[in-house]
């Protein structure tokens, strides 16, 4: 994954200190910007954000009651860039949509489209020009639409200016220079809690660990409030009963695959004496991960205090192993079968790896 600037050349932005005509390259429209990449070439916030409309679809279709997961739906949709006035929009956008679903009275349909038209209003770049972030502006613009205020409303007036200086106050304790992401993030956390307090619908509140950094050349690293650096990664313990083919295989795929969020442990109730041995070559075949190697059949005794347990699916029972989360995967034990039972049950594994690698990251397990 590639750091996003320009999006024509790729090459680093530049922001002037006054506005110049600029010529979109996309669609050729001339009008007045402060935002060029340093090659010349300028995109206008209608080019940017091409294909934003989806995110009716989106959100009309959500279930969820936590605007971070929402909102980090939208950010991986082909038309989301790592910066950009889209941003402006999603905020609110997910914070209506996780509202309504937490029990907030509102016609969901009719608010996006308001907020579709107001949030499309921040131009980019209003975070360092106007020193208000427009993820914040939209975190107000939010509060704005569900308490119906207008500039005569007494009550709604108050609290939506509010909302975004409670917003533009996280975003602006946790510095520059502006990250998208990180602002969308802080502005939708200051709007789940101001929203608990004074309006008594409770969004669910994730705080999720960030993905996008390899796009961002101006990223502050472990300086981020939602940064995986120095962040206590959990453990995760894969349990069958003999830890000879299904917990092993999720071990190694997910020191693999997940490693950079969390750690795998694997062990059995009753611990065979070897690895399966068909497991051994497949994962070597189709991972190039020597198992011989890495890896060897253990009791519950061997693990260390874990975080989440994950069972394989073959009724096993550890009351006695504390955990904050633990669920079931429910897989075939593929032991003595062929070896495209084998590979089924391997991809299920890669499958529900990094499933459980994003509901970390995202916050949904904490």
């Not at 890896?295 to 955990?323: E, F, R, W, Y």
Request: proline fraction near 5%; hydrophobic fraction near 35%.
């Amino acid at each position: 994954m590639s750091a996003e600037e320009c999006l024509i050349c790729k090459a680093p932005l530049e922001y002037l200190t006054q506005n110049q005509t600029m010529e979109c390259a996309i669609c050729h429209k001339r009008e007045p910007s402060k935002t060029r990449c340093v090659n010349g070439h300028y995109v206008c916030s209608n080019c940017h954000t091409q294909g934003m409309d989806r995110i009716f679809g989106l959100c009309l279709a959500e279930t969820s009651t936590d605007p971070v997961a929402i909102v980090r739906r939208m950010m991986d949709m082909p038309f989301c860039h790592m910066h950009g006035p889209e941003h402006h929009v999603m905020v609110g956008a997910a914070l209506l949509t996780a509202y309504k679903n937490a029990g907030g009275q509102l016609d969901l349909e009719q608010a996006l489209r308001e907020m579709y038209s107001r949030g499309r209003e921040v131009p980019g770049g209003a975070c360092g020009f106007w020193g208000a972030c427009g993820a914040g502006i939209s975190a107000g613009q939010f509060l704005a639409i569900v308490t119906e205020s207008t500039p005569l409303a007494v009550e709604p007036w108050g609290l939506s200016n509010q909302m975004t200086a409670r917003a533009l106050e996280s975003i602006g304790k946790a510095g520059g220079p502006r990250c998208c992401k990180r602002d969308s993030f802080l502005a939708i956390l200051a709007a789940v809690d101001f929203t608990r307090e004074h309006l008594g619908v409770e969004m669910k509140r994730t705080v999720p660990v960030c993905s996008y950094s390899p796009r961002n050349n101006q990223c502050i690293g472990k300086h981020c409030p939602f940064s995986a650096a120095g962040r206590k990664k959990p453990k995760v313990a894969f349990l069958c009963v003999h830890n000879s083919c299904r917990s092993q295989m999720a071990e190694a795929l997910g020191k693999k695959l997940a490693g950079d969020v969390f750690e795998s442990f694997s062990a059995g109730t009753e611990p065979g004496t070897q690895i399966n041995p068909d497991v051994v070559r497949l994962m070597k075949q189709v991972y190039g991960i020597d198992m011989e190697l890495t890896q060897h059949n253990k009791p519950l005794s061997d693990l260390p205090a874990v975080d989440i347990v994950v069972t394989m699916g073959c009724n096993v029972q550890c009351p006695t192993l504390p955990c904050s989360h633990r669920e079931d995967w429910g897989l075939d034990d593929p032991s003595g079968k062929e070896d495209g039972v084998f590979l089924t049950v391997m991809a299920q594994i890669e499958e529900k790896v990094l499933d459980l690698k994003r509901r970390i990251q995202t916050g949904e397990l904490e």
